[in-house]
């Protein structure tokens, strides 16, 4: 089957939820038997090795769509762009990251072709019948759904930790893809919705991206409680993520959640203070490497998925625990 | 300012999610239902902008009668109409919920009191489908945006805006469009006295849609396998520091 996929681009080239995308296309796509299999397409791409280097993640054609043709985000337009390429290239299914914007553009091209859509999937394989099963996520990742997919083409996303990026093996080196430029067919309802991109507010640590996360809940005990947990996130060059309990009570704002609603977190380590671990806040934080409580009750739901645990008031542990490293240099 | 909200009743689950003995629904036999949150944030914002505009909100709803429940929840924070649309007893996928509610809209919009602005959660809390508001806004013809987490109303227009990983993405469009938010665009109030008893007397107006199949087909649910064990305990209180110091050595995340 010829599989299309949507590669996003941040300043640094692909994307890491791009390439996962990719990755999950690859395996659904198959072995390749003549004709291109696995398509990219990347929009308003500056630089066109972004694309040359895809054939490393099997990618054996891509599309690029240049900022002339069509600068900058524009969601229907995007979908418009997937679905010219998916008659062209005759594509069983389309593919992208189960990111704002891959959600987004599938749902638009899902609503362009009337074809139905499976959001956050973790597997797919093809049927004899045409359809495809898949597993994909609910409640955040909390259920799994297995599912039958139908629909020419049948559209997926991925979620974004569904399966980690992996290249092609391929000891003799791979082929770099056939790279083409590509001008869609658009109308002017389909840039009637386009995005002006500003640059972040600020510079700091990303609670996404952070390698340590401090989390606090409702055993912060009110918004004058977090000053320790701020001291310790920056004696440990993290940062501070929360609990649903917190923004809804305003104590932090909302852009500190970890969780179904808020972010979800990937440290090496999530020091979650005064937190029980309702199933929403651990769907933000089950990508941690190692999660250690820090918990007045012996009996709190966070004991059964933490690695580590201290049992004891934070209000008293965080302090010391500060001190100890000041102490430390 | 004519408002419709979309809302969802979903399972308020807590500790774990149990899956009914066939394998096809959530076991709520322990649990309450809510609105999800990214809807209960929809609501708020739709009563803050007719407190500043004027104007009425429809809280719309398609989900068993016992969803009427959701509805007076947010008629309780400010909402003016309720509207359930009964969903039969089946399980509707989202093209077809796109579809009942893209129908009450025209049958709005035909009575002379069509919505200026149709406001969603960007994903329900249970299906988490990605897509409803964008099939809505497609069935209608006007335009979306979704993940919104700022929102402007001005003179026919909404400047919405929404973070991604670099910064923010800003949109500007023209009225009547969908668009969907995400929590922490506000901070959903506490419902007052007054309002929980003008949303118990309330009258719920009531219709049934034909349902669809969907082109995905559930077949069962699972919840993921569980191989964790319990923390280790590495000590009480502040006595337990110097093992944690040494832990976080050994994790190497100290600098």
Not at chain 2, 58 to 82: F, K, N, W, Y
Not at chain 2, 141 to 166: F, M
Not at chain 2, 202 to 214: D, T
Request: aromatic letters at 4%; hydrophobic letters at 45%.
């Amino acid at each position: 089957m010829s599989v299309l996929c949507l590669v996003e681009l941040d300043a640094a080239g692909p994307t890491d939820g791009s390439l996962r995308a990719l990755t999950f296309a690859r395996e659904l796509a198959g072995p390749v038997t003549g004709g291109p299999a696995l398509i990219a397409v990347l929009f308003a791409a500056a630089n066109r090795a972004d694309a040359a280097q895809l054939g490393r993640y099997g990618v054996t054609e891509a599309y690029v769509i240049e900022p002339e043709a069509l600068d900058g985000y524009a969601p229907q337009a995007w979908a418009r762009t997937l679905q010219g390429l998916a008659s062209l290239v005759l594509a069983g299914a389309v593919v992208a990251a189960g990111t704002d914007r891959g959600h987004e553009v599938l749902a638009h091209l899902g609503a362009l072709t009337g074809q139905p859509m499976a959001a956050n999937c973790l597997s797919a394989r093809p049927a004899a019948d045409g359809t495809i099963a898949v597993a994909r996520q609910r409640w955040a990742g909390l259920l799994i759904e297995d599912a039958v997919l139908s629909g020419s083409p049948a559209l997926l996303s991925v979620a974004t930790d569904a399966l980690p990026p992996a290249e092609v093996d391929a000891p003799a080196g791979v082929d770099p893809p056939a790279v083409h430029v590509h001008e869609p067919d658009l109308a002017p309802a389909d840039l009637a919705v386009r995005a002006e991109i500003s640059a972040g507010a600020d510079g700091g640590v990303s609670l996404a991206s952070a390698r340590v996360v401090v989390g606090g809940g409702r055993g912060v005990g009110g918004p004058d409680g977090f000053a320790p947990l701020e001291e310790l996130a920056s004696l440990l060059g993290g940062v501070v993520g929360v609990s649903r309990v917190v923004t809804s009570q305003g104590w932090r704002p909302h852009t500190q959640q970890v969780g179904q609603t808020g972010t979800k977190i990937t440290p090496e380590l999530y020091l979650a203070c005064g937190i029980s671990g309702a199933i929403q806040h651990m769907a933000g934080c089950a990508s941690a490497k190692h999660i250690v409580a820090v918990n007045t009750d012996p009996g709190a739901p966070i004991l059964a998925r933490a690695d580590y645990a201290v049992i004891g008031d934070l209000s008293e542990v965080i302090p010391a625990l500060v001190a100890a490293l000041k102490e430390r240099g | 300012m004519e408002i419709g909200v979309c809302v969802k009743r979903v399972p308020q689950v807590g500790g774990r999610i149990v899956v009914t003995p066939d394998g096809q629904d959530v076991d709520t036999r322990m649990s309450g239902f809510a609105i999800s949150p990214h809807e209960e944030c929809a609501v708020e914002e739709a009563v803050q902008i007719t407190e500043r505009l004027g104007g009425r909100v429809s809280v719309i709803t398609l989900g068993p009668p016992e969803a009427a429940e959701q509805l007076r929840d947010a008629l309780a924070l400010g909402a003016h109409r309720a509207v359930l649309l009964d969903s039969g007893g089946q399980e509707w996928g989202p093209a077809a919920t796109a579809a009942a509610i893209a129908g009450q809209a025209r049958g709005q919009a035909e009575a002379g009191q069509g919505y200026d602005l149709l406001l969603m959660g960007n994903e329900a809390a249970d299906t988490g489908d990605y897509q409803v508001g964008v099939r809505v806004a497609h069935a209608l013809g006007w335009p979306c945006v979704t993940g919104i987490k700022h929102l402007e109303i001005d003179s026919g227009q909404a400047r919405a805006r929404r973070d991604n990983p670099a910064g923010a993405e800003t949109f500007q469009v023209t009225l009547p469009a969908v668009i969907s938010v995400k929590e922490g665009i506000n901070l959903p109030r506490y419902p007052s006295l007054p309002g929980r008893l003008r949303a118990k007397r309330a009258a719920i107006e009531r219709s049934q849609p034909q349902w669809q199949p969907e082109g995905l087909r559930k077949q069962a649910l699972r919840v993921p396998e569980e191989t964790h064990q319990q923390a280790t305990v590495l000590g009480t209180g502040a006595g337990a520091v110097p093992a944690l110091v040494a832990l976080l050595d050994e994790l190497g995340v100290l600098k």
